[in-house]
């Protein structure tokens, strides 16, 4: 299979994403978090911060709802039932609290097929409401070939 | 904080029964093979599986609580390998590899029962 590699580049629309103190509760407990800067908006102000903190990995929250429309735009063709999430990276900025309006926008980074499998990587920017990258992400995904 | 060449972290964690629900609904992560029992078996799982990234937060916060703190950690990338088991233990482990000036480089991958779930972890920590 020749893969089509037309898509490499493209830049989707950004998703804007406004972080909410219960959303931030909801995704630390179900990561098992207990750092009350996560849970606790008096522990947070105290330690200096607006409202409650968002654990670094609340990234998949905000750049999970963006890089959706990517993985299944039909231009960059992914066999979504054949697909694996093979990798994943993320860099940080300054932290992200509670409050927040999150603006993240998808680029697809490289497609190469090596030994019949397909490899996709997008990036995730993600900016806040300063214009401060909070969160640059890389998302490897496997394309398994038919045979 | 203190993080020298060679100390470790760890982090042991049990995934119960309801976790990959409850990680669905917090991360927006519906996929079927996460959460329902019958269509994980119809495409040849086990049965329902661990969210890779739920995994990643493990390792993630291994590395937030050595370290002191979120803001800490500035970044981490990993592999996710082998399926994650509802029920079994997981023991995230990490090394630390080297300190270049205020960064700490660790090393740390996420283990079930003998089978690798994260490997070749790398995270950058602040220890200024």
Known sequence: MALNT??????????????????????????????????????????????????????????????????????????????????QEFEWGPVVVAGDEIKTTITVKSIEQRGGMGFYDFVGESRNQRDETVCTGIWRQIVRGRS | MTLGPGDTIELKV???????????????????????????????????????????????????????????LKRLSVQFRGMGRIGEEIVVSGTVREVEGAVAIVDSQAEQAGHRLIRNAVAEISVS
Do not use: C
Request: proline share 7%; hydrophobic share 45%.
């Open chain 1, 6 to 87: 037309e898509a490499v580049g493209k830049t989707y629309p950004a998703n804007l994403y406004a972080v909410g103190r219960e959303k931030i509760r909801e995704y630390a407990y179900a990561v098992g978090e207990t750092n009350p800067l996560y849970l606790d908006v008096e522990a947070a102000r105290a330690a200096s911060y607006a409202d409650v903190v968002a654990p670094p990995m609340f990234a998949v929250v905000y750049q999970g709802r963006a890089i959706t429309p990517a993985l299944f735009d039909p231009h960059v063709g992914i066999d979504f039932a054949n697909m694996l999430h093979a990798g």
């Open chain 2, 14 to 72: 049990t995934p119960d029964q309801f976790l990959t629900v409850r990680y669905a609904g917090a991360s927006g992560d519906f996929n079927p093979i996460h959460i329902d029992e019958e269509f994980a078996r119809s495409v040849g799982l086990p049965g329902r599986i661990l969210h890779g990234l739920w995994t990643m937060a493990q390792v993630a916060r291994a590395h937030t609580d050595a370290a002191g703190g979120p803001e800490r």
